[in-house]
């Protein structure tokens, strides 16, 4: 596939400078009319006034596919995250930010520039493009186009900020709605767990509880602590990745990103592991019969040797240098 950048590089050579101010004036123009302050572009405003040899003003732009019939989840989140960072911008010139760097934040569909699309080879969106300023007060060093790398930190609107602050030396603030529905969820689960607390100590006496109870408590902390559950809960990762085409995909291909349900498959084949082997050793040697527990240990060997053999293949996905595997790929 030809270099996204290459060819970005080569439209600019290519296409003649509009008048800046011009230019500026007509995506504010655009981005005015979005309540969120970000330009919906086409392929001739985006040749136009984005790709250009020389401007004075930097264009942050999503490529994306926001079309129901496309089914990208994660367009759907970025553009989210997106108009999050915007709509604070907006804010923030719209009280006089003393600043005055001239940025705008756009969004151009695949539905609008499905020719440009095509021809640098983009099948994987969404993508995060950034074109700088060439000259002025506001002028990069280099100007060339460049993609910011969209991953979990960057997907969420404090960190998009940070990452465009950085890049910019601007500091930029993110207007987040509150989430009203998740404060009264996080009520609800606190009030009733603190109830269910109330219950147990009213009613049942811990002493008494048998040490197997404590144990199965043990390992179930342990297994969702050792899956990946602070991670996820920390960097608030999406459920389940997406392709293009609207295909679900469970595992992340790094290993410096995962999606939520990978917590869940990773501490189940733990959990499947950890059952084996307790079986194995505490309950298949009081099978008084031999056949049946030949035949129980059998079972047990071939389960546990699947399921590690399961998760070396999840770890070889996502490290390519991971040395080890038992059976599966």
Not at 29 to 42: F, N, P, R, T, Y
Not at 122 to 133: C, G, K, Q, S, V
Request: charge should be positive.
């Amino acid at each position: 596939m030809p270099s996204l950048f290459l060819l970005v590089i080569t439209l600019l050579l290519t296409i003649p400078s509009p008048a800046h101010a011009q230019s500026f004036s007509q995506l504010k123009k655009h981005a005015s009319k979005d309540a969120d302050g970000l330009a919906q572009l086409d392929l001739k405003l985006f040749m136009k006034h984005v790709v250009a040899e020389t401007k004075d003003y930097s264009v942050i732009v999503q490529l994306t596919a926001l079309a129901p019939k496309y089914k990208c989840g994660p367009c759907k989140a970025i553009d989210t995250t997106l108009r999050s960072v915007s709509r604070g911008w907006k804010k923030q010139q719209n009280k006089g930010g003393k600043d005055g760097h001239q940025i705008i934040f756009a969004s151009l569909d695949v539905e609008d520039g499905e020719e440009l699309f095509r021809k640098m080879g983009i099948d994987n969106i969404p993508r995060f493009m950034i074109f700088p300023a060439s000259q002025g007060p506001d002028k990069f060093d280099n100007a060339s186009p460049r993609e910011m790398k969209l991953n979990t930190k960057t997907s969420q609107p404090e960190g998009m900020a940070q990452k465009l602050g950085e890049l910019f030396d601007v500091e930029f603030k993110p207007d987040i709605p509150v989430d009203y529905l998740k404060y009264l969820t996080n009520g609800a689960v606190l009030i009733a767990a603190a109830y269910a607390v109330f219950l147990v100590y009213m009613n049942i006496d811990l002493k008494r509880l048998g040490r197997n109870i404590w144990a199965i408590a043990t390992i179930l902390f342990v297994l969702l602590m050792s899956s990946g559950f602070m991670w996820s809960r920390i960097n608030t990762p999406p459920y389940v990745g997406q392709t293009r085409s609207g295909d679900v995909v469970l595992f992340a291909p790094t290993n410096n990103q995962q999606y939520g349900v990978e917590t869940q498959i990773v501490a189940a084949t733990y959990a499947v592991c950890a059952l084996c082997i307790v079986a194995l050793v505490r309950h298949v040697p009081r099978i008084p019969n031999v056949d049946q527990r030949n035949f129980v240990t059998f079972m047990f060997v071939i389960a546990l040797i699947m399921s590690f053999s399961y998760l070396n293949s999840v770890f070889r996905m996502k490290m390519p240098g991971y040395p080890y595997k038992m059976l599966l790929p």
